[in-house]
């Protein structure tokens, strides 16, 4: 993703290669931000796993990674699957969800505040590999770009 040696933040956004590649480089991301113990699953049934880590403080982290358009939205039958199973089967106590999209869906980003969903879209992931440490994206959650005011939670 990073171009040849090129590291985090070598290429804001990647749109073109495989959704593996994407997934090893929000990997990369996790751990030039000091989380440990940073698994790709890299395979179809990992229930919306597609990382896990542990941060910094030892809260372990799950990221669902979708690879979306630019010009996309994350509907919410997405964010829905991955509540159903970040905490209740992967015990997640960050639950992330990263897009290459340019945001979520009103009803998307609705129901990722209530369930404590954690939606980085196209401009919170751009500033991410800029440099942005995780832990300062977390409490912008959806904020940003995509759309134009946050639901009431």
């Not at 749109?15 to 699953?41: H, I």
Request: a positive charge; one cysteine or more; proline letters at 3%.
């Amino acid at each position: 993703m990073a171009g040849a040696g090129g590291g985090p933040g070598a290429r804001v956004v990647h749109d073109r290669g495989r959704r593996l590649d994407f997934e090893k480089y929000v990997a990369e991301l996790c751990r030039r931000d000091g989380c440990r113990k940073v698994v790709v699953s890299g395979k179809s049934g990992d229930l919306g796993a597609d990382v896990v880590g542990y941060l910094a403080d030892g809260r372990k982290l799950v990221i669902q990674c979708k690879k979306y358009a630019a010009h996309r939205s994350v509907p919410s039958q997405v964010i829905q699957k991955f509540v159903g199973t970040a905490r209740l089967e992967h015990g997640a106590d960050v639950a992330l969800f990263v897009t290459t999209g340019h945001a979520f869906t009103r009803d998307a980003l609705g129901l990722a505040l209530r369930q404590d969903i954690v939606a980085l879209h196209r401009d919170l992931l751009g500033s991410w590999v800029k440099g942005a440490h995780l832990e300062t994206l977390i409490p912008l959650n959806g904020s940003g770009g995509g759309t134009k005011r946050r639901p009431s939670a």
